[in-house]
């Protein structure tokens, strides 16, 4: 059933190219990763080299410029906007979250149906359609403060802002019964129109979290959108 | 590349992961942005492209980075019959596209450069030197970006499941914290209230060159890609978007898709086997036969 076609050079030269600039910077990012682990010396590395364990030594070739720590007055080329870091869930977080993963279908806010199972390409066979949590384990609860626990959410109004180069943007939720029952732009000072981003706002009471999806083409607003409901979600969770 | 860079690490479904050796994972994967653009930057003048490009007629060793880079944007200039060309600075230049847009430094403008090809950049492999023929400027904008995708992806690749958003170009490993795969949509390149589509993907690139991020300073219409073989913006389409299995593959195709027009983008798609979607300026689709099972069906 699978076609086999013969890999195009393009192909291969793109692989190539990854894994020989990775290998030789390999010595690079140990030193970027022992500036910020906590044990450096005993800690095994959060990743494993293409060429394996063993650190290639500097060759003539890897005459690769010192990277500029340049301070904020030189406009450096690459600012963080956002991490998102996932904790694993409590059941009760888990629950909630589970059904907000059944019940994304665009535009209708108000239904929970079971996105269809035909469009996920190379997916294990999940029961979308059962209203049992999606996740392939239960995890054990993290005891980090990374995530705001949904079923925490006070009621009422709350707003936040979140920043992009384009401009900065201000959402506004309302949470009933511990709920997000919606969630708006309230103030847009980007440069380009929200209007690029509208459709978030559906996500955000579909999924009962931040965690609209990218666009691409449009990845600053939506980041300071996702930005500006975090924000207003701490603010309720308080 | 003056491109804000989002990171978002889900980590491995049902396994609890300490957050500190995930927060050295994703320092360790934006290192990689900043490592690409000290070796790849037009714009700043002590990058390694610019010492480079400094030194003509004469073999220049360069890094492994620079070397892979240069090699395959002239690859991609070769498979494209130089309608894209990593050689365009001069002609950019002229079109006024001589500041880096975000940081606003200018490079210089070389008359000296205009008209010269990928074809006056040598490589000699045995010696891993690179000749430039001729005076040239070089951008790699359209590979750099997603080099450091790639590159940023095997860091974070031993968690599993991740996203990395470099202003537009995209690479998602493994699923979301839902299991499911990453939802991507596509900007509709005229229409707000509309996306083109939107992808679902998994240990996938998706990047988007479109007319709609750049304009022409010299007031014009038309944008920063430039069909090498005129001069002139492309402007048969006003998006290209491709989901292929890296992001500098990725990258370069949609840059390259976006000069080359419909049709002989479509071959493109086809001959290295990646899915891709063109909009015209009549919002005509045309897309790779593949690409609508990656779509989300709409409801």
Known sequence: MSRVRPTHPLVALSSAAVIAVYSAGYLKTRAAAAKFSDAPAMRRPAHVSASGSVVAPPTEHDLAPVVKSAPAAAAPAVIKVRTKKHAATTESAAQSSNLTAIAVVPQKPDTHEPPAPAAAPDRPAVDVAAATPVTIAAPPPEPAADTAAKSLWHDGTYSGWGSSRHGDIQATIVIESGRITSARISQCLTRYSCSWIAHLQGQVVDRQSADVDYVSGATQSSNAFYGAIVDALSKATK | MGTFVTIDVVGPIGAPAPSDARDAAIEQAFDWFRQVEACCSRFDPDSELRRLTRTVGEPVRVSEMLWRALEFACA???????????????????????????????????????????????????????????????????????????????????????AIDAGGDLYFGGHTANGEPWRCGVRHPRRPETLAGTLLVSDRAVCTSGDYERRAPDGGPGHHLVDARTGRSADALISATVLADSAILADALATAAFVLGPSDAIALFARTGVEGMVMDEDLHVVSSPGWSDALLPHA
């Open chain 2, 76 to 162: 991609i200039a070769d498979e494209t019959g130089g309608a894209f060309d990593p050689a365009i600075g001069g002609a950019m230049t002229a079109r006024g596209f001589t500041r880096h847009y975000q940081t606003g430094a200018e490079s210089p403008h070389d008359a000296a450069t205009i008209g010269a090809t990928f074809r006056d950049v040598h490589f000699d492999h045995t010696r891993r030197t690179v000749t430039l023929g001729r005076p040239l400027l070089l951008d790699l904008g359209a590979v750099a970006k997603g080099l450091a995708i790639d590159l940023a992806a095997h860091d974070l690749t031993p968690w599993g499941n991740f």
